[in-house]
């Protein structure tokens, strides 16, 4: 008896730190279950990516951290990286540099540059099919949540991609318990490449002009995991 009250007072104050996890903004989806992307719009066999810098000041994470001590750079160079499936389900994997030591891909050398970043990208989606459980696990794209997984919808030259982002619901406590929408809304420059034009944030109704250049990079696998909104239709109805 005395276990099963201290448990329900567990329980009781994790809900009450944590909240009830909620995803926000269902109604704004792409129809996922009517959507379908085909390969004479964009190749599909590999990852859409972007290019940008990020500086850091004080307090940089590590390995970056002994980076700029020993060369005195700041600027560090990052990807961020879509792919894109034929029945519109996306990935989103951001903020790949070429410097930090992912558990899921460990490297000979690391590098402030893309074709570094594009190595680790390369390790993730290898280490997903590890002969070592425990690895295959943590490296597997996490297929039960809804964070960074999303939609894109193509509409003659016009595309849009939806993305899941988890997120505090209450900014004075630390605990990331909601899932908020993201939209991103462009133009189709050929099969290879496409340019975003403009972000939407449906959590603060803000929307911000962007100039992004997503290019393609084929590749032998991407991550093997099934469309999180068909596998949890119900959640979306």
């Keep these: 008896m005395r276990n099963r009250i201290l448990l329900t007072i567990i329980i009781v104050l994790t809900f009450y730190s944590c909240g ?3 995803t926000h903004h269902k109604d704004k989806l792409i129809d996922f279950e009517n959507n379908s992307i085909n390969n004479q719009s964009l190749k599909l066999n590999g990852y859409y990516y972007t290019e940008f810098e990020f500086e ?7 390995f970056i951290d002994d980076y700029i ?3 005195g750079i700041k600027k560090i160079k990052y990807l961020s990286v879509f792919f894109i499936y034929e029945d519109g389900f996306i990935i989103k994997v951001g903020g790949i540099n070429g410097l930090s030591h992912f558990y899921c891909a460990e490297k000979d050398t690391y590098e402030n540059t893309y074709e570094s970043a594009h190595k680790t990208i390369e390790l993730m989606l290898k280490s997903q099919n590890s002969s070592e459980r425990r690895t295959k696990r943590i490296c597997g794209f996490s297929p039960k949540d809804i964070g960074d997984k999303g939609l894109a919808e193509i509409d ?3 595309i849009k991609v939806q993305f899941y982002s988890i997120e505090m619901q209450n900014p004075t406590k630390d605990s990331f318990n909601s899932a908020y929408l993201y939209e991103l809304n462009g133009t189709i420059k ?3 490449s496409f340019v ?3 972000e939407m944030e449906f959590r603060t109704n803000k929307k911000r002009t962007e100039n992004k250049i997503f290019k393609f990079r ?3 696998q991407k991550p093997n995991i099934e469309n999180y ?3 949890n239709i119900n959640r979306f109805n």
């Design 69 to 71: 001590r020993k060369t």
């Design 196 to 198: 975003i034009k403009s």
């Design 229 to 231: 909104f068909k596998s």
């Design 156 to 158: 003659n030259n016009n």
């Design 56 to 62: 850091f000041g004080e307090n940089s994470p590590p």
């Design 218 to 220: 084929q590749t032998d």
């Design 20 to 22: 009830i996890f909620k």
């Design 190 to 192: 050929s099969d290879t």
